[in-house]
């Protein structure tokens, strides 16, 4: 499974980006598996932010981002879009997106994840 994460930048506070995770090489025919997103900031721990089971749309956001961000996914694009609105400068971190095989259910412990993608920077500054 390849992971291919895009959609960071640098946004003023209160601003919005959109994330995006795409998923490909997979040789499941459940579509059960889950994608999820986890944020890292310099010097400081790896912390999950939201994840998505494809199959039934099931989420789990993290209490810091619950009513600010939205996870959503395309099944036909095997792909996985995390929406950011009213950002802090506190969100600011590098992104990655992760693949737990199916089946799964939504949560954001990392060790279950199988696959990870590459970061993707977001930086939220005035």
């Known amino acids: 499974v390849q992971l291919q994460a895009s959609g960071g930048g640098l946004v003023h506070p209160g601003g919005s980006l959109r994330l995006s995770c795409a998923a490909s090489?997979?040789?499941?025919?459940?579509?059960?598996?889950?994608i999820a997103w986890f944020r890292q900031a310099p010097g400081k721990e790896r912390e999950g932010v939201a994840c998505?089971?494809?199959?039934?749309?099931?989420?789990y956001y993290a209490d810091s981002v619950k009513g600010r961000f939205t996870i959503s996914r395309d099944r036909v694009k095997n792909t996985a879009y995390l929406q950011m609105n009213s950002l802090k400068p506190e969100d600011t971190a590098v992104y990655y997106c992760?693949?737990?095989?199916?089946?799964?259910?939504?949560?954001?412990?990392?060790?279950?994840?199988?696959?990870w993608g590459q970061g993707t920077q977001v930086t939220v500054s005035s």
């Open positions: 090489g997979l040789r499941w025919s459940s579509s059960s598996y889950a």
């Open positions: 998505i089971v494809f199959s039934n749309g099931d989420t």
């Open positions: 992760a693949f737990n095989e199916p089946p799964a259910v939504p949560h954001l412990a990392a060790y279950e994840y199988d696959y």
